[in-house]
């Protein structure tokens, strides 16, 4: 189980705009703490997508954004292309575990 | 170009021992917090293990507490783990993940290291 719940999958068409949802508690994304994106393809290891909530590292296409509102974090993607097919992991810090945690993915498939 | 090249990762019996090496390179390896995150087989990311840029401050998750130890050589811009006491579901691939001090997001990762405990 993980500490911050993401949905397992979400999918959608070509072109189409999905968001991707992470639920935190008072102990992480309620607490302040930054939420942070990760993209994995298949067989990679993950990348970073958007760190501090909303903002995307350089070569991060700006079709990808996010947001974080008290202790939910939502993920959205515009212009779905097939190659954006992969695993996505949000990521804060939980003081009451003293860890950094992750959501459990969400496998995003581009019909 | 940043690069973080673990290795070190193989087949081992369950209470056997393994020691995880992680080659920094393209970056100033003191500046930054040093992790390691694994990913059992199918699996999400779970973190495994901290160390401050100048070492004196670690932290370990409590399912590796006691069993797990990071370490780091700043001569080498190396990164390791030594994991002793091994379980079954220690099986995972390791990824060594950089990350600057005071942020709490993990910059840059490496390719991972499988690591297989199995009698």
């Known amino acids: 189980q993980s500490v911050l719940t993401q949905p397992p999958s979400v999918s959608g068409a070509p072109g189409q705009r999905v968001t991707i949802s992470c639920t935190g508690n008072?102990?992480?994304?309620?607490?302040?703490?930054?939420v942070h994106w990760f993209q994995q393809l298949p067989e990679t290891a993950p990348k970073l997508l958007i760190y501090?909530?909303?903002n995307r590292p350089s070569g991060v296409p700006d079709r990808f954004s996010g947001s974080k509102s008290g202790t939910s974090a939502s993920l959205a993607i515009t212009g779905l292309q097939p190659a954006d097919e992969a695993d996505y992991y949000c990521q804060s810090y939980d003081t009451s575990l003293s860890a950094w945690v992750f959501g459990g993915g969400t496998k995003l498939t581009v019909l | 170009e940043v690069q973080l090249v673990e290795s070190g990762g193989g087949l081992v019996q369950p209470g056997g021992s393994l020691r995880l090496s992680c080659a920094a390179s393209g970056f100033t390896f003191d500046n930054y917090d040093m992790n390691w995150i694994r990913q059992a087989p199918g699996k999400g990311l779970q973190w495994v293990a901290y160390?401050?840029?100048?070492?004196?401050?670690?932290f370990y998750a409590d399912s590796v507490k006691g069993r797990f130890t990071i370490s780091r050589d700043t001569a080498k811009n190396s990164l390791y783990l030594q994991m002793n006491s091994l379980r079954v579901d220690d099986t995972a691939v390791y990824f060594c993940?950089?990350?600057?001090?005071?942020?709490?997001?993990?910059?840059?990762w490496g390719q991972g290291t499988l690591v297989a405990v199995s009698s």
């Open positions: 008072s102990s992480n994304l309620g607490a302040g703490y930054d």
């Open positions: 501090d909530n909303n």
């Open positions: 993940a950089r990350k600057r001090t005071g942020t709490t997001y993990f910059a840059s």
């Open positions: 160390i401050h840029s100048g070492g004196n401050t670690i």
